[in-house]
């Protein structure tokens, strides 16, 4: 074996150990050491992000460049190394850093964590296999970094294009189940509360308890049903309210309305239960008051959905 691959494997076996050693003395147990995600801690201690769990200053990079420094004095080596294009290599680095810390963490966290049985970093490890192999086969046919970095440009703007279609995609969605879940809502309020037929309300409508009915809670209107509903159900009705009016109209309108009230039930939610804008569902109902104890109820209905920010 040659002395350089025996250095090698000695120094893999050295940055095991030191995982080892880091996990058994507080760092993650997924992670023990990590290149990237200690210089994402260090900027965090330094004020470049505000996710407080990972702001730290990791004496492991401190520990790096000191013994880079003694290694350097102790041989001698004092040769500055570099390569054309620094801003093209530092915008490269970025990239980089943005898809270690998006997946997996550094090349040492990917093999440390496939050593300790998380199978997740085999994804990572072909996809780093697969990115040098296309790297290697680009460079020997005359790529440059600017092409390279072109190309990853327009990688980049792509997958961004396609992560907003799914983003928009899954807002559709949720806000199509919200929609559901309040239709569901509005027929329970309805069926503890059916509007009530004409011979029922003796007084004004306006002020009537039986078409006029205060904000509910949903669980409080399952719990009025008897409905057995599973926890998931009972959690999708968490933070939904129904209520019922009868819109203020004046003596006047009233009669040319020819006696026609507008009875209008509301569903409302959203919010900070939600984490967005409050929404509503309103159906719409005519009610005739009678002059001689007549039929009453749904002369016609509308459903509206109303956004107020």
Not at 44 to 58: D, N
Request: charged fraction near 20%; charge should be negative; aromatic fraction near 8%.
């Amino acid at each position: 074996m040659k002395k350089e691959n025996l250095f090698v494997i000695l120094t893999g076996v050295v940055i095991g150990i030191a995982a080892l050693v880091l996990t058994a003395l507080g760092n993650p147990a997924n992670m023990g050491f990590c290149i990237a995600c200690f210089e994402r801690d260090i900027a965090g201690a330094v004020g470049l992000h505000s996710a407080a769990k990972v702001q730290y200053v990791r004496p492991e990079i401190i520990g790096l460049v000191l013994g880079s420094f003694l290694m350097a004095l102790a041989s001698k080596e004092w040769k500055a190394r570099a390569g054309s294009s620094p801003a093209l290599r530092f915008v490269l680095g970025a990239f980089v850093m943005i898809g270690a810390l998006a997946f997996l963490g550094c090349p040492l966290r990917m093999v440390l964590r496939l050593g300790g049985g998380d199978f997740n970093a085999v994804v990572g490890l072909i996809g780093f296999v697969a990115g040098i192999g296309i790297g290697v086969a680009f460079l020997k046919r005359g790529f440059t970094l600017i092409e390279v970095l072109v190309a990853s440009v327009i990688l980049t703007l792509g997958i961004v294009a396609v992560l907003g279609l799914f983003l928009q995609s899954y807002k559709l969605m949720t806000a199509s189940a919200r929609f559901e879940t309040a239709q569901r809502v509005l027929s329970y309020f309805e069926m503890v509360h059916p509007i009530p037929a004409v011979d029922q309300v003796t007084g004004d409508p306006l002020d009537d308890d039986l078409l006029n009915i205060a904000e509910e809670r949903a669980e409080n209107l399952a719990e009025d049903l008897e409905l057995d509903l599973s926890r998931s159900d009972r959690e999708d009705l968490s933070g939904y309210t129904a209520e019922r009016a009868v819109d203020d109209i004046d003596d006047d309108e009233l009669e040319r309305n020819g006696g026609l009230y507008t009875v209008r039930t509301t569903v409302k939610w959203g919010g900070d239960h939600f984490g967005g804008k409050k929404e509503s569902l309103s159906v719409v109902k005519l009610w005739w008051k009678g002059t001689s104890g007549g039929g009453s109820g749904a002369q016609r209905g509308r459903a509206d959905r109303l956004g107020d920010a």
